[in-house]
Every structure is written in structure tokens, then in C-alpha cells.
């Protein structure tokens, strides 16, 4: 026995609801956070995020409410990640029953950031989200630069030596998203997710891309991430999270069940 | 009266704990940084994550060292997370820092466990599943292997292994809980484990010390 690699359904969430919906099958309202939470939890989901889409700015304490009302219920880890940009954003979500703040483009504007809330408030608690887009050619070595603004904008970053950078700067974990497969449903970019995890010396979250079960075990077999995210898959009901764990278990993943 | 506090002392997240006890049925849970509301509660919570260091100077701030030192004597005491390396001796992290000293041992980094064969990730986040030491009124109901949540980057070395209830694998085996009379400690978060951290902690809103 030993440490579990962990599956984390991500919830997007806009102005308080949950977009997208969430297909369960005793779930009258597909949006209500709260309900979905509790589904996903009683399902065996290891972790949770949630991240805030929401644009307006006037709207985003919506969240506070959202976040407080699944920790009342909810008795497994939170991550909530999208639009927190200073250390006050943090410790109110933190103050809200959120366990772990992911931080994105805050981090590449202001990396001291990273550093302050990691002093304040404990590695553990921040997680840098990183979305990454292969900009090598075919034959050359890979290469993927760091993207923010919600994968709008361009830097100049090396996705595998910011996350090494973020990790020793304070950052807990790494939530890696690769840009070229979200929502393709063509798996997780394996040799991506690799080199970050081989990297960075904190765990690393897989995401973008999972369309099948087999996905999920490659990200942990070959792209050596901890935790696999996704969203599709399950909130559709084309598979439940026990469904992946025995899967996950029969090749001799390590899960939590 | 207050029936638990929680000893609050400005790191993490503290809202989960008080919410959990709540949900298990607790009453009278207050969340905390007043030494006179701590010694006049039946049972302390000490959670917490973070660094030794920022703990004990919050902890010196706040003028709590003291008594907690005396509720940790005579009153059903959990200590979580930081809140269980926090009663060592020592910790090594910072070049060494003194901790409560209310149970003998120290506090080491997992980088020690961290080997060129074994290169382990740090912080220990996640799922990890227990194995018994010693019986406790604490486990009552939780199965045997039962998985909790952990993120830590430092681990609790008890200088006397008969203070160890249970343990978990990471690199090597490591003290995942602790006891001695009253006091229990966790490595893990129970206000994070499902069923079975619930579990724990409605067993010890029920546990006399």
C-alpha cells in the first residue's frame, strides 16, 4: 500500500452555477455546485476543483458562497483556481473552506506571489495551474510555451522550467493543462505531462484531454502524473469514477477505493 | 461553555474543521485564538498546516503555549497535521526550531526518505491508507487499511515508538498517528477523509481522554 493517484473531477463554474451540466442520474438540477459536489463525493471522487469562470468582476464573490456551501458538506479536499490575482483572494477563499487556491496567470505576472502566499499560507494550500501549448516543430525536440489569460495569450515561458521554477518558489502542486488537447478527447499530452512530473518534485496534475478510461492509466503510467483530471467523461455518465478506480486498480495503479 | 475549540492561529484552513466536528454532531464548536476560551474548553482541536517556525511564533503571539500545554494535560486534545508536529520537541526545519515539547521527538523532512532509486515528490499530498499500530477508542468503527487524506512536507519521528498508533508508507513507514493519555494526533486530515475522518472525529467528540 501507499500513496493513492488520485482522480479530480473539474467543475466549471459561472456566476454561482455550474456550466456544462452534470449529468447524474438522481441530479434534478445538472448546475447546483453543492449537488454535484455531494454526487462526486458519494461516487469516490479523491478531489475536487473548481474553477470560476466567471467574467464580470462584480459577480466573482458568488463564488465565496459557492465554495462555503460545499465545505458545510463536503468532506474531501477543494481546489478552486480562475481569477484570484492577490494574497487577499486567497485567504478569503482559504477563509470560505477552499483547501488549495490555483493560481495561473497571477503567478507569471507576479511570481512573487507564488512566494508570499506559500510563506502565508503554506505551500500546501497553492496549487500553479499551468496551461502549456507545444510550439516545437515535428521533428525537433518538444518544446511547449506557458500561456495565460485563460490559454488567450502567449509568453515566453518554457512550460517545463516554469513549473520547476513555480515548485521551488513555494508552489505545492502543479495543475498542467495542455492547450493542444482540451477537449479533444485524445488523451492527456503524455511526454508533456512527463517532463513536468519529472521536473518539477511536487506532484502534477494531468489534464486536458481524457476522453477514455485508458487515458487516465497512461497519464499515470507513462506521463508519471499523481492525479488525473477531467471533466467530460464523467459529468456525461459515459464512465463513473468507481468504474476508472477498477480500472485504474486492475493495472496496478494504486487508488483509493 | 465552549465544548471545542479550535485553536486558530491564522494558518490554513479552519473552516473544514469546525465544519466537520459540526456535521458529526458537536456543539458549541468555536474557532479560536483566545487562551481564556481554550481553557475553559471541554476538548481542543489543534489543526493547521504550514511551517513549525510560523506556528510556534503565531502560537507566541497569541499566548497560547501555555495553555495549551495545560488542556493537552487534562482534556481530550487532537492535534492535526501541524497541529500534531507542533507538540514534538524539536523541528529540524529552518536549522531547527523548538517546538511544545509535550510529546518527545522530532520533526524531519521527507527529503531524508528521498533517495536517487526513490525520488519522492514533496509535499506527500493525497489518499494514503493506514496501518494499525496500537488499539485506540478513536479507530472504533474505521476499518483496517482505511484511506486518509495527507499533505505534508515534514513527518513526526517519536523518540518513544510506543506513542505511535498508526502508520502510513511513504519512502518508508512514518508515524500517521500518535497518542499518549489524552492526547491523539494526526498526520492526515480527518476533516478531509470522507466517511472515515468523520468517523474519527465523532469519535472523539465522544472520547473522555
Known amino acids: ?257 | 461553555m465552549t465544548g471545542i475549540a479550535v485553536i486558530d492561529y491564522g494558518m490554513g484552513n479552519l473552516r473544514s474543521m469546525a465544519k466537520a466536528l459540526e456535521y458529526v454532531g458537536a456543539r458549541n464548536v468555536v474557532v479560536t485564538a483566545d487562551a481564556e476560551t481554550v481553557a475553559r474548553a471541554e476538548r481542543v482541536v489543534f489543526p493547521g498546516q504550514g511551517a513549525v517556525r510560523d506556528c510556534m511564533s503565531a502560537l507566541q503571539r497569541s499566548e497560547l503555549i501555555d495553555v495549551l500545554g495545560q488542556t493537552a494535560a487534562k482534556r481530550p486534545f487532537l492535534g492535526v497535521c501541524m497541529g500534531m508536529q507542533a507538540l514534538m520537541s524539536v523541528s529540524e526545519e529552518n536549522e531547527g526550531v523548538r517546538a511544545l515539547d509535550l510529546l518527545p521527538g522530532s520533526v524531519r523532512h521527507f527529503r531524508h526518505l528521498s533517495t536517487a532509486h526513490q525520488k519522492l515528490k514533496i509535499p506527500h499530498m493525497g489518499w494514503n491508507s493506514l496501518c494499525w499500530v496500537r488499539e485506540h477508542p478513536l479507530w472504533k468503527g474505521i476499518e483496517a487499511g482505511a484511506w486518509f487524506y495527507f499533505v505534508h512536507s515534514y513527518y513526526v519521528a517519536p523518540a518513544d515508538e510506543h506513542l505511535v498508533l498508526a502508520q502510513a508508507e511513504y519512502g518508508a513507514t512514518f508515524a500517521a498517528a500518535i497518542g499518549k493519555d489524552n492526547i491523539f494526533a494526526t498526520q492526515f486530515h480527518p476533516e478531509k477523509s470522507q466517511q472515515a475522518g468523520l468517523r474519527l472525529l465523532e469519535n472523539f467528540i465522544r472520547w473522555d481522554g
Open chain 1, 1 to 257: 500500500m501507499g500513496l493513492a493517484k488520485r482522480i479530480i473531477p473539474c467543475l466549471d463554474v459561472n456566476a454561482g452555477r455550474v456550466v456544462k451540466g452534470v449529468r447524474f442520474v438522481d441530479l434534478r438540477d445538472a448546475g447546483d455546485p453543492v449537488a454535484i459536489a455531494r454526487e462526486y463525493d458519494r461516487a469516490g471522487a479523491d478531489e475536487l476543483v473548481f474553477l470560476d469562470i466567471t467574467a464580470s468582476h462584480e459577480q466573482r464573490d458568488t463564488m465565496l458562497h459557492v465554495v462555503e456551501a460545499v465545505a458545510s458538506e463536503v468532506f474531501i479536499p477543494l481546489t478552486v483556481g480562475g481569477g484570484i490575482r492577490t494574497l487577499a483572494d486567497i485567504r478569503r477563499l482559504l477563509n470560505a473552506g477552499a483547501d488549495k487556491i490555483a493560481i495561473n496567470t497571477a503567478a507569471v505576472e507576479h511570481p512573487q506571489l507564488v512566494t508570499e502566499a506559500a510563506t502565508r499560507v503554506g505551500s500546501q494550500c497553492i496549487v500553479v495551474a499551468v496551461d502549456a501549448k507545444r510550439v516545437s516543430e515535428a521533428i525537433a525536440p518538444p518544446r511547449w510555451s506557458v500561456y495565460t489569460h485563460g490559454g488567450r495569450r502567449p509568453t515566453e515561458l518554457d512550460a517545463v522550467a516554469w513549473s520547476r521554477r513555480m515548485a521551488e518558489d513555494g508552489a505545492g502542486e502543479i495543475l498542467l493543462t495542455s492547450m493542444d488537447r482540451d477537449g479533444t478527447k485524445l488523451g492527456f499530452d503524455l511526454e508533456l505531462t512527463r517532463a513536468v512530473s519529472e521536473g518539477a518534485g511536487v506532484p502534477v496534475i494531468a489534464s486536458g484531454g481524457a476522453g477514455n478510461l485508458a487515458h487516465l492509466i497512461d497519464g499515470v503510467r507513462l506521463g508519471l502524473a499523481d492525479a488525473v483530471l477531467a471533466a467530460s467523461i464523467f459529468h456525461f455518465g459515459e464512465f463513473t469514477i468507481q468504474q476508472a478506480k477498477a480500472v485504474m486498480a486492475e493495472h496496478s495503479i494504486e487508488v483509493r477505493r
